[in-house]
């Protein structure tokens, strides 16, 4: 089953390429599921990510009608919407309003900006890292995270650990014993609750070179009784769809996984990896 379940296009503000493009490169390389997840947020004249329902719902239901208006060319694939809900405090109370208003087939709850700084991309990068050490960087950053988990309000915690994509640069390797006790209780709030884990195969052409969570993190995940486990690539243009995607699918299979998740209206469906 080759499924793709975090992909972004022109819909996002750093992503690009039309939904047809996305779709045709999928059938390409014999993928039999995609689900596009855009942002909900748009970047700025100022530089910063803004929430605006109005205009999140009307691009949403735009890549809705795009959407079922390729299912008839394209039959043999199943093509989902999704979105990717960037968790901040202050955004909580819209994102829900718009998982109410948007029939979205699937949720991934990601975490971008920790303590105010963007960790996953541009100039704020260095602020976050500069002025703390290695345990200090991480450890805020898991804190996060479990708040995150605690909001709960999406299937699958995206990028588990996208810490590591400048912490390794900034301290090398990264220790993912050192941080344990969080990661375990992060894992153990997720299987509780019912939410599910993506491995998110972007870490393998960028610093980490493996996905996000790395392999000791999905075992651990699969060990305290968490089946639901999705899988994507976080592809930013169609050229890039399926980067790190058979690393990815090896390391689900090497942690001990036989099934991955797909989703339909926000209900899970495990199908085997053949
Ligand atoms: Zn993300
Ligand atoms: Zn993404």
Known sequence: MRVNYHVHNRYSSDGRGTTEEVVARAVELGFDEVCLTNHVETLGPDGEWHVDLVEARDRFEQVRHEIEALRPRFPALRILLGAEFEYRPEWVDLLERLAATIEFDFVIGSLHVVDGHNISGGADVAEYFQDKDCAEAYARYFAALEDMVEWGGFDVVGHFDLVKR???????????????????????????????????????????????????????????????????????????????????????????????????????????IV
């Open 166 to 272: 400048f912490g390794s640069k900034f301290y090398g390797p990264y220790p993912v014993e050192a941080f344990e006790d969080q990661i375990v209780a992060i894992l153990e709030r997720m299987a509780r609750r019912g939410i599910g884990l993506e491995v998110n195969t972007a870490g393998v052409v960028q610093p980490p070179g493996e996905p996000y969570p790395n392999l000791p993190i999905i075992q651990r995940a699969r060990e305290m009784g968490i089946t639901t486990l999705t899988l994507g690539t976080d592809s930013h243009w169609p050229e890039r769809f399926d980067q790190g995607w058979e690393a990815g699918l090896q390391l689900v299979r090497e942690a001990g996984f036989g099934e991955v998740t797909t989703f339909s209206r926000r209900i899970r469906r495990n199908v085997r």
